[in-house]
């Protein structure tokens, strides 16, 4: 596709509930990032693929947290027993390689948990 | 660590005239890019300048252009001749360039910039 694509572009969750957000990043770019954005706040970091693996996962706030990237593209963000508190905007981020300085973003998720 | 710092949750421009959005930073590297975020209502950041740290020119896009000052940790972005188009979230966001280091930014809290016609 044309740039990074973020789908649902929202979704609204019960507390408890189990969730997936999906980034398809531009064709070609090894390198994809997720972020969280809480109201109010920049984006924060969650987790770093280059490729298929995991290079940096040091963002994640829980182990209810958790991403793949099985086939180097596509990327899914799962969130188990979703809190009040996991509520925020979460972006998705990818780049040619992490050498390349320009990241190009998606349009984000807003997930709300009720 | 590092981290970035906007100390001006909101800034108002009259149309066609300049304003200026404030960021500093702290970070004990030598080697790093500085960009400035726009987050229109449609949540997607869009890239509006970016600078490399070994650089000592101030980098310009058009209407706006940053003032990086490497010694006090600040990057300015004044945006001149301001449009309507221009209201948005401004986001001014860190990357290390040093040799390991995997892209993330690190972002400041953001500027809401509204502009009156």
């Known amino acids: 596709g044309a740039g990074v694509s973020q789908t649902p572009s929202n979704k609204v969750t019960e507390k408890g509930k189990y969730v997936e957000l999906r980034c398809d990043p531009i064709?070609?770019?090894?390198?994809l990032y997720w972020y969280r954005q809480s109201l109010g706040q920049g984006p924060e970091f969650l987790i770093y693929?280059?490729?298929?693996?995991?290079?940096?996962d040091s963002g994640l706030p829980n182990d209810r947290f958790f991403a793949v990237r099985p086939e180097g593209s596509v990327s899914t963000l799962k969130i188990q027993r979703t809190e009040r508190g996991d509520s925020a905007v979460y972006l998705c981020?990818?780049?040619?390689?992490?050498?390349?300085?320009?990241?190009?973003f998606g349009q984000g998720t807003r997930l709300t948990v009720v | 660590a590092q981290t970035v710092t906007q100390s001006q949750p909101e800034m108002s421009v009259q149309e066609a005239e300049t304003v200026t959005l404030s960021c500093t930073y702290d970070?004990?590297?030598?080697?790093?890019?500085l960009f400035w975020y726009k987050q229109p209502p449609s949540r997607q950041m869009i890239l509006v300048i970016r600078q490399e740290a070994y650089k000592q020119q101030n980098a310009t896009e058009n209407r706006f252009s940053v003032n990086f000052q490497k010694a006090a940790k600040s990057f300015s972005l004044k945006i001149s001749d301001s449009q309507l188009g221009d209201a948005a979230m401004y986001f001014c966001a860190y990357r290390s360039a040093s040799r390991g280091s995997q892209g993330n930014l690190i972002f400041g809290k953001g500027t809401k910039l509204s502009v009156k016609p």
């Open positions: 693929f280059q490729g298929t693996g995991a290079a940096d």
């Open positions: 970070t004990s590297e030598s080697d790093y890019y």
């Open positions: 064709s070609g770019h090894t390198a």
């Open positions: 981020a990818s780049s040619p390689g992490p050498l390349n300085t320009e990241a190009f």
